[in-house]
């Protein structure tokens, strides 16, 4: 196991957390097998993460025409492209899992034009790379063209709001240098 | 006023919303004498305007070194960056209040390096848009340099979640052409 | 009013500058109620301010197609584009007079794709940046795709005119750092 | 010799011009043996072409700490970094002849780095394509380090000046699709 | 294992090859256990093939003050830049088992600064994204600044070498769509 | 005759070189009447000089749909994009003579936009450049657009690999400072 620290701010220890958020933690343990590395991290600033992970499940477990492997490629492409090694190592493994898929994760990293994807998936993660990146320059033509490859109003806010949730995240993690976890590396290979 | 929509998603009416959403508008309502449209807009999806304004409370109210101002001035300039209208208009007016100044604002929009901030600040705005633009490179070099500036590692946690943040809302208000309301465009000059 | 220099390079009284730049720059004073910064600081080289003043004219003057409204939106966007402080402030405020509307100057400024124009406008104005990023691309298609537009030929020749010497303004006043006067900024709000 | 059109719009006979400028264009014909196709292409419109070699001659004919070699190597190495075909191979030609040296041009046009030039031409060099392409970033630290390579803050007023009208060239250049002459492919080599 | 094709173009049977690149291939298989993809896929074009492992073999055989790994993280590091999957996700594995690291491959395509590298490791990989993206700016500072770091001209050489020649494959491979073998994703993990 | 150096590197004697490449270097020089410098500079390691050599003539005297000059022009355009010296001024001489046309080198050098070539030739060096800059992103629809133009996806392959191979050339030209003989600057001019 690395012994490399896991952010570059103070972590703080569970048992010094409120109340709220250790019990928060100590669930996603048990499920997991671990904490993930996010948790502690952020908790530096409990006020930020209890705000943290309210949006990210007011957008991730809402109910959605996107399946949960398709969010977390997203996920992991946009992450890639912001260069967030926490969010790429992390939500790789995730998709892994929920993909049953052992090669998506790092040919998504790597070059979504060369994955093994849907065309439909190859225009969600192009217009997700484009809110990520020139999202001023989104227009009626992008909403069209997103509209013949079936997707609707709703269906972009959704991908518009996972990219700039996690634009947000893949920005954090790079300023703290936070580190993940060893063993999300090999989950699902 | 104008009558162009405010939002290409529909806009609930506030009578319509839950119960803490309606008085948190109409707090902001009470205090600003208009309700801003980012409340609106957002409010399509009440859990995600709950979320953000949790996490926009978190960053922006905490106890800080930057001042109120400081904070407007990193979300003018990397929202210019990002060619978000309403970010730049909306705090633009708010920065102008704090700043108690005219000019402020439209000069950190167009150009920060021409405008009228000490040095410090300049490095605060530099290390906002390398947050912004290019997270992924910083380093132990970038704190030093800021630290030489007297940023500690707690305000640079201030930079840059407010750069994060703001980068999210950017995100959102291009994608869904939220438009800034009338009087802000006046505020403050 | 700001004490701020208007320029780095020294700048003369107008007294002692030859006739007809005094002349010329008494008679915008009288119209305009103030002497714009811009007169004082290409003052410092009498040769260049007469150059640049017939080079304005010949292209701001000429009968055109282009309103005069549209001609200052070319400004305000492309100066913004290439970080202009005292271009956008200043057309920024002429185009508010020109175009009766309080609006437009910062919509353009922070991104023309959600400024209220016409989408004839709109594609006036990714011309003239298409012009002033890359202008060695343009070939045929582009004054095809004009054309259909309603764009003349001759139409093309005063938007890229426009930008191009506008081009040569931006860069002057960045150098120089060349300060708009307080009072662009709240003309015609 | 090529009978390529020299300009997409038309271009006028010398003897329909007005008297000031077919007497201008048969002087630099009687020196340079041939006119050079800058002044047909822009003679379409007579009153930017005066401006435009108003302008001109006041940058290139005014007294200067940089040599004649010097002026046409920043225009050059700006041109070729803007893509401009006329401007690099009819500039090219005349650095060629007021350096004595058949090699310079191609060099500067492909990569002014590895030209054989002193290291204060190259510092030159440098921040003419500072100014030709982020003017707005330059300030104090640039005039600086200037400085320390013996230039004058009026040296760099010229540097700047002969960037941004050759900025402005280019762009027209291109616009017009504007062809250099066959004759100054050779000169001087 | 997947049954998509390996290249977009015709993909020959060993047992028609040439009788030294048979050889050449059966001696990699009985190595590796399996036939890499970038012999089979090069192998259309038998003379390239052969062509493409002399020069690899010059440079990756030859001795030099780089270890193995290290060589591999030049590889990993540029091709992710590159987005070429083949390479990335080949060389990876190769990485991996070289530095008995399961992380280090992972790492450097994702951030090579937040990498468990040393600082001189470091500067290797950024030298080498310099010869990738803008080679035509190394000069003298940058063989000073590298000699710093304890590398000699020949060191540099091997680095330069090692990433211009892998820019050809990472071309090529994108190219073709050539598509790593399912074994190399998990290698070494 | 320069008497600059012709690479950074040593540079060995070609009597003091392997038999193969000295007698491979003077049959150059017989045919040339002098020894291009990129024999001598790579040289300094002979077994990349005889691979660089055997990748070449597998690339370039390959039967081909493209001619000998159309080659040539792929070489120019992309090593002009890379900020290449020695090639864009060696290769350069070579496509003026297989052109017999004393304007097409520096016309591709500046703008291949602007150069005198056929719509096909255009599509070509389009392409070239895409895999230059951008291979990652090639797909099914570029193969479509470019069979369009009657390319066969054989000749994309002879585009491509040109485009590769001479991005490493043009690398490894630029890191070793590799200096154009005089000769070709003036060849077939």
């Not at 048990?30 to 600033?45: C, I, M, S, Y």
């Not at 518009?160 to 989950?187: H, Q, V, W, Y």
């Amino acid at each position: 196991m690395s012994d490399q620290p896991i952010s570059r701010y103070p972590v703080p220890e569970i048992k010094d957390l409120p109340e709220d958020l250790k019990e928060m933690i100590l669930g996603v343990q048990e499920k997991a097998g671990f904490v993930p590395n996010v948790f502690l991290a952020l908790a530096h600033r409990p006020d930020e993460l209890r705000a943290f992970f309210a949006y990210h499940d007011a957008i991730m477990l809402r109910e959605s025409n996107l399946t949960k492997a398709e969010k977390e490629m997203i996920i992991v492409t946009t992450s890639s492209d912001n260069n967030c090694l926490y969010c790429v190592v992390a939500h790789g493994a995730i998709l892994r899992i929920y993909a049953k898929n052992a090669l998506i994760s790092d040919q998504l990293a790597t070059n979504h034009n060369k994955a093994d994807i849907t065309p439909r998936q190859k225009a969600m993660l192009d217009f997700a790379l484009l809110v990520s990146n020139d999202a001023g320059s989104i227009g009626d033509e992008d909403y069209e063209f997103m509209s013949e490859h079936g997707f609707s109003e709703e269906d972009l806010w959704d991908i518009g709001a996972i990219t700039a949730f996690f634009g947000l995240s893949n920005r954090m993690a790079n300023l703290t240098s936070m580190r993940p976890n060893d063993e999300f590396f090999k989950m699902g290979r």
